[in-house]
């Protein structure tokens, strides 16, 4: 038994201090001080309901600058990163071949006009008067001869017709009547030979009018050709089709461009559009014309506020999502191309909501998530929340808390999960 006596006495020894550790370390929790914090309630409100997407920011327009000819580039006066004008000088080609053409088009022209004019006068034609045949001269005096001679012809005929009735009653001889006879028949033949010649002249006069009707013709011709110049040498010369930035520009100075070959590419971005792939759960919910409110890390704080103007009415089988696509004014060029966004939908009705100030909340760097401490029964409770949109100096907690509760805004380094604590107003 003596053997087993310094074992004992030891156990004991252990024993006695442990007890007197555990004694210590109660005494120690009990006498610990209340953290002093100041606390405020959780606020619960009615919002507008919504859902919250991300997307990807695109131009309104884009636009890849082809030449209409093809040819060699004497100029390129603008660069990356310019804002240009609708109808601005982007791009200058050799236009010499271009100008000649013009030239020889014009002298084309006026040869066509020369022509025209010519025929007009030929047949006593002025521009912007109708055809009429027997205005032209030379028709009008066969017509005059040719109404003389009838009217001889007409003259004969009666006085043969008084003499048939003379020789009847023998008043005149038969020689005499003979006489008159050849007269009448005489004046017919002229008047017949007048007759042929003054339709000879109008048909002439006609056929002269067809010959207007040609230069004409060739004047239309001369003017489409010179119209097709005039295009060619201003297609020389291009130019923005629209208001926005260069966000390319291949082309350079002494290059030999053709039809298929870019020169500048172009976006306009004073409107921009958001399209956001939204899972297809809210195909019933979503609408044109509905509000979209977007945030981009450009600008934290900033909410940038556009509409829904085009709802993909196809959902993808792989992914289940269809894509919303929402429009922003953007007239002085802050949502960029490429800009990555978070957006909420705003839906009809509202929602309840949870608002508590920024300062309540702590970002946990180790585990990249979000706490807040609330004050229950004189002790802080460490809560994970999800925060949500800000308004001023309040955030949302999308969850995590409640209306109502109490939170600490004051000394939350300080704080421990079940630490004791005591609120002062």
């Known amino acids: 038994m003596t053997r087993f006596a310094p074992a004992v006495f030891l156990i004991t020894v252990l024993f006695a201090a442990g007890c007197s550790k555990q004694s210590q370390t109660a005494n120690a929790q009990t006498n610990t001080q209340a953290i002093v914090v100041s606390a405020i309630e959780a606020v619960g409100k ?12 695109n131009p309104d327009e884009t636009s890849d600058v082809a030449p209409l000819v093809a ?41 066509a006009v020369f022509l025209l004019r010519q025929a007009e006068s030929r047949i006593g034609v002025t521009e ?93 011709a001369a003017r489409s050709q010179l119209a097709q110049a005039e295009k060619a040498l201003q297609d020389t010369t291009i130019r923005a089709p629209f208001d926005g930035y260069i966000t390319a520009r291949p082309a350079s100075a002494g290059e030999y461009v053709a039809l298929t070959s870019k020169i500048a590419t172009m976006v306009r971005v004073g409107r921009v559009k958001l399209e956001l792939q939204t899972p297809e759960q809210r195909a019933g919910q979503t609408r044109i014309g509905m509000a979209v409110v977007a945030r981009v890390a450009a ?30 004014s953007n007239p002085k060029g802050e949502l960029r191309p490429g800009m ?73 380094s300080e704080l421990f999960d079940g630490a004791p604590v005591q609120t002062k107003s």
């Open 299 to 328: 600008y934290p704080n900033r909410d940038f506020a556009g509409r829904v103007t085009a709802i993909n009415p196809s959902v993808d089988p792989n992914s289940r999502v269809f894509t919303v696509e929402a429009q922003f």
């Open 71 to 111: 040819g060699r580039v004497l100029a390129t006066p603008v660069n990356v990163g310019d804002f240009v004008k609708q109808g601005q000088v982007i791009c200058e080609l050799d236009h010499r071949d271009a100008q000649l053409k013009l030239d020889q088009a014009k002298a084309q022209m006026d040869q």
């Open 46 to 57: 009615i919002v507008p309901a919504s859902f919250e997407e991300t997307g990807t920011f």
């Open 340 to 412: 990555f966004a978070t957006a909420r939908v705003l839906l009809p009705g509202g929602e309840n909501a949870v608002f508590i100030p920024r300062k309540a909340v702590i970002r946990d760097k180790t585990t990249d998530s979000y706490q807040v401490f609330t004050i229950d029964g004189g002790k802080a409770h460490l809560r994970v929340v999800v925060p949500g949109d800000e308004e001023g100096d309040w955030i949302r907690i999308n969850s995590g808390i409640s209306g109502g509760d109490s939170v600490a805004i004051s000394n939350q």
């Open 128 to 220: 912007g008067v109708n055809f009429d045949v027997n205005k032209v001269p030379e028709v009008a005096a066969a017509k005059a001869n040719y109404e003389s001679a009838l009217a001889q012809a007409k003259l004969a005929a009666a006085d043969a017709k008084r003499y048939e009735g003379l020789v009847a009653t023998g008043d005149v001889s038969r020689s005499t009547y003979d006489k008159v006879r050849t007269q009448q028949e005489t004046a017919e033949a002229q008047a017949n030979a007048v007759k042929q010649q003054y339709e000879a002249t109008a048909n002439l006069a006609r056929q002269n009018y067809r010959g207007i009707e040609f230069s004409q013709a060739s004047l239309e």
